[in-house]
């Protein structure tokens, strides 16, 4: 027993083995689900992938480093519209370089806004980044001949390989590109938020006279932060492009950022597992309360609204009943079972060092 | 609290440059002046205490130093070399560690990483992100000394504790205890007994006389008693100007110290016009 245990202390003593461990079972179960699921599902299954890359990326910014960001959709955009243009003239580009240009694109524009946003706070940071998400799409609008206007540009889905089998599902290998891209997205952010980068995030957040006191150069660590969420919602933009089929403004609206930043806070804000909880809400519930409207028989006035109304409803609900968001409220439900177990309430482990914690009270 | 045999150590390679010289500082906010032509040293191995009332200047003093303040005129250098213009943040890595008389506790960290966070050494990015080994090792590394100075403090039992949850006296260990993590060679404390019990300002007292072997120590005080058991010299402050400096002795026997400050109610320390 002993012997058994520390073995396996052994092998999870290192942080990137640990956290590759648990990255390859959530891989391996996510691609077993993918193959028990119909199109339909897989679809979904994408999608949350896909928020997920993006809520995990804005969690770190606004959650854990304290810069609120409105303009996360734009920064999706700048993703999408760079897989696009690729696609257009390079349809055979493999997928895995096509993600990595997007990410790298994203990124760069991504420290252009970092630098502009280091320099402002709170109300001001929110009003530049609303301006980044509404006028950033009227960039496609103006220059048609290159982003296609309103109607966008197509984009060819990514063909599945040969390996697989002639039959092998579409949506199942999009489904598969997503959860991987999700899955090295939580590990590396994970990695992050466990060493030196997630307490510099954190301490900028909480009190940035104390942060460059103890060393922590604030201004690039805002950059920081900013850059890698950009690069995030790059990822996550290009994969919605495959997604969609079509790159177009109207796929990146106002409402797409505010739909990220309802999904960081009703997952738990500043948790990497919130994110993807979050995710989880942001594309199943409408889907529900959509199914819910459509079985009652109403007038279609009202009946087209309802899913929006019960949507509305469900979050506020949540945050009443959640105030910290579903991981908050999963930790809290799992530290009463721990305590009861072992009958010491609060407990203090030693050295442990809880990478996605949420600030106690924020 | 454990004592060590440190006391006993004589510092090495002393020199005879002052750790930190400030010459002829002003600053001024709007209409108030701060500082006036405040001129002051401190040299390697000193426990200089600054007093004076509230609004002397004394944190504006702190701030001067630490960049967060843009002096009108003057000079500071430390070890010999022009201060000013450094970037708060790169202080750390010259030796000079401040705690904030409002404490600066990050309250979305533990304990723990609160005092982590306060060394200069840390795991390079590309290092964190991989999670290479180094970064682990570093981040062990970084973990077993905040530990040891946690214990040192006597509140190793808090490491993972969120520091709001704690009582004041433990929440005043912890911002020192992240000021030790950087082992710097000039501490500046702003205030760190108001609010402590006596017990608690007697093991302070206590602390800083060991630290005399290892770094300067520059405190910001209004508690005397505490002023007086630690200091070296006391330099006192009165509307932004130093009106006398010497041994607590002297200080104490100076007529003009007494009608400026001595005489007077101590002022209750209020909360803090920090950076
Ligand atoms: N950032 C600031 N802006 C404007 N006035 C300030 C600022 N910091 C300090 N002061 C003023 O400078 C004077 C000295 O303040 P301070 O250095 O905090 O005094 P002490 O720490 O000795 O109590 C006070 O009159 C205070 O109001
Ligand atoms: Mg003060």
């Given at each position: 027993?002993?012997?058994?245990?520390?073995?396996?202390?052994?092998?999870?003593?290192?942080?990137?083995?640990?956290?590759?461990?648990?990255?390859?079972?959530?891989?391996?179960?996510?691609?077993?689900?993918?193959?028990?699921?119909?199109?339909?599902?897989?679809?979904?299954?994408?999608?949350?992938?896909?928020?997920?890359?993006?809520?995990?990326?804005?969690?770190?910014?606004?959650?854990?480093?304290?810069?609120?960001?409105?303009?996360?959709?734009?920064?999706?955009?700048?993703?999408?519209?760079?897989?696009?243009?690729?696609?257009?003239?390079?349809?055979?580009?493999?997928?895995?370089?096509?993600?990595?240009?997007?990410?790298?694109?994203?990124?760069?524009?991504?420290?252009?806004?970092?630098?502009?946003?280091?320099?402002?706070?709170?109300?001001?940071?929110?009003?530049?980044?609303?301006?980044?998400?509404?006028?950033?799409?009227?960039?496609?609008?103006?220059?048609?001949?290159?982003?296609?206007?309103?109607?966008?540009?197509?984009?060819?889905?990514?063909?599945?390989?040969?390996?697989?089998?002639?039959?092998?599902?579409?949506?199942?290998?999009?489904?598969?590109?997503?959860?991987?891209?999700?899955?090295?997205?939580?590990?590396?952010?994970?990695?992050?938020?466990?060493?030196?980068?997630?307490?510099?995030?954190?301490?900028?957040?909480?009190?940035?006279?104390?942060?460059?006191?103890?060393?922590?150069?604030?201004?690039?660590?805002?950059?920081?932060?900013?850059?890698?969420?950009?690069?995030?919602?790059?990822?996550?933009?290009?994969?919605?492009?495959?997604?969609?089929?079509?790159?177009?403004?109207?796929?990146?609206?106002?409402?797409?950022?505010?739909?990220?930043?309802?999904?960081?806070?009703?997952?738990?804000?500043?948790?990497?597992?919130?994110?993807?909880?979050?995710?989880?809400?942001?594309?199943?519930?409408?889907?529900?309360?959509?199914?819910?409207?459509?079985?009652?028989?109403?007038?279609?006035?009202?009946?087209?609204?309802?899913?929006?109304?019960?949507?509305?409803?469900?979050?506020?609900?949540?945050?009443?009943?959640?105030?910290?968001?579903?991981?908050?409220?999963?930790?809290?439900?799992?530290?009463?079972?721990?305590?009861?177990?072992?009958?010491?309430?609060?407990?203090?482990?030693?050295?442990?060092?809880?990478w996605d914690d949420p600030a106690p009270g924020t | 609290m454990e004592k060590r045999g440190e006391g006993k150590e004589e510092r090495v390679g002393e020199l005879s440059r002052p750790t930190l010289e400030v010459v002829d500082l002003t600053v001024r906010f709007g209409g108030i002046l701060a500082l006036d032509q405040v001129s002051l040293r401190i040299d390697a191995g000193e426990v200089v205490a600054i007093i004076g009332p509230n609004g002397a200047g004394k944190t504006t003093l702190f701030n001067a130093v630490c960049g967060f303040v843009r002096p009108g005129s003057g000079r500071i250098d430390y070890r010999g070399e022009p201060l000013l213009g450094t970037a708060p943040h790169r202080l750390a890595r010259l030796g000079i560690a401040r705690t904030l008389q409002s404490l600066g506790l990050w309250p979305g960290l533990s304990v723990q990483e609160n005092v982590v966070a306060g060394s200069n050494r840390?795991?390079?990015?590309?290092?964190?992100?991989?999670?290479?080994?180094?970064?682990?090792?570093?981040?062990?590394?970084?973990?077993?000394?905040?530990?040891?100075?946690?214990?040192?403090?006597?509140?190793?039992?808090?490491?993972?504790?969120?520091?709001?949850?704690?009582?004041?006296?433990?929440?005043?260990?912890?911002?020192?205890?992240?000021?030790?993590?950087?082992?710097?060679?000039?501490?500046?404390?702003?205030?760190?007994?108001?609010?402590?019990?006596?017990?608690?300002?007697?093991?302070?007292?206590?602390?800083?006389?060991?630290?005399?072997?290892?770094?300067?120590?520059?405190?910001?005080?209004?508690?005397?008693?505490?002023?007086?058991?630690?200091?070296?010299?006391?330099?006192?402050?009165?509307?932004?100007?130093?009106?006398?400096?010497?041994?607590?002795?002297?200080?104490?026997?100076?007529?003009?110290?007494?009608?400026?400050?001595?005489?007077?109610?101590?002022?209750?320390?209020?909360?803090?016009?920090?950076?």
């Open positions: 027993m002993v012997a058994v245990r520390s073995r396996a202390d052994r092998l999870v003593a290192s942080t990137l083995r640990r956290h590759l461990l648990i990255a390859l079972g959530a891989a391996v179960v996510l691609l077993l689900l993918s193959a028990q699921i119909g199109a339909y599902d897989d679809y979904n299954l994408t999608a949350v992938a896909i928020f997920a890359v993006a809520a995990a990326g804005l969690t770190l910014l606004t959650g854990l480093n304290g810069q609120l960001s409105l303009g996360h959709g734009a920064l999706m955009a700048i993703g999408a519209y760079t897989t696009s243009l690729l696609l257009k003239d390079h349809r055979q580009l493999p997928v895995i370089v096509v993600l990595l240009i997007s990410v790298v694109s994203a990124g760069v524009i991504g420290i252009a806004f970092g630098y502009a946003a280091a320099r402002l706070r709170g109300p001001y940071l929110a009003g530049a980044t609303l301006t980044l998400a509404v006028a950033l799409p009227q960039v496609a609008t103006r220059y048609k001949s290159i982003f296609g206007g309103e109607s966008g540009l197509t984009v060819p889905p990514s063909a599945p390989p040969d390996w697989l089998g002639a039959d092998f599902p579409p949506e199942r290998w999009l489904a598969w590109i997503a959860v991987a891209a999700a899955v090295v997205t939580m590990l590396l952010l994970a990695n992050l938020l466990r060493s030196a980068p997630g307490r510099a995030f954190k301490a900028v957040r909480d009190n940035e006279a104390a942060a460059a006191l103890a060393g922590i150069d604030v201004a690039r660590t805002q950059v920081l932060a900013f850059v890698i969420s950009a690069a995030c919602a790059g990822l996550a933009g290009a994969l919605f492009a495959y997604w969609s089929g079509i790159t177009s403004p109207a796929g990146f609206s106002l409402s797409l950022s505010l739909q990220l930043i309802t999904a960081i806070v009703i997952g738990g804000l500043g948790s990497l597992a919130g994110a993807v909880w979050g995710s989880i809400v942001l594309v199943f519930v409408p889907l529900l309360t959509s199914g819910l409207a459509s079985s009652v028989h109403l007038p279609s006035a009202v009946a087209d609204n309802l899913p929006l109304a019960i949507y509305g409803g469900i979050l506020v609900i949540a945050m009443l009943v959640a105030p910290h968001g579903i991981q908050g409220a999963l930790r809290r439900i799992l530290a009463i079972g721990r305590a009861r177990r072992e009958h010491t309430p609060g407990g203090g482990q030693k050295g442990v060092v809880d | 840390r795991p390079g990015f590309v290092s964190s992100l991989l999670a290479l080994p180094s970064s682990d090792r570093i981040e062990a590394e970084l973990a077993s000394k905040a530990h040891d100075i946690l214990g040192r403090l006597g509140i190793a039992g808090y490491a993972s504790a969120y520091p709001l949850t704690l009582p004041y006296g433990v929440q005043k260990r912890v911002i020192i205890a992240r000021a030790l993590m950087a082992e710097p060679s000039l501490l500046l404390l702003d205030e760190p007994v108001s609010g402590l019990s006596a017990e608690d300002i007697d093991e302070l007292a206590g602390l800083i006389k060991q630290l005399r072997t290892r770094m300067c120590v520059a405190v910001v005080e209004h508690h005397l008693d505490f002023v007086m058991a630690i200091s070296d010299r006391i330099i006192v402050l009165n509307v932004g100007r130093v009106i006398a400096s010497g041994t607590p002795k002297e200080i104490r026997d100076d007529p003009q110290v007494a009608t400026a400050y001595l005489g007077e109610d101590v002022p209750t320390p209020e909360a803090s016009s920090d950076a």
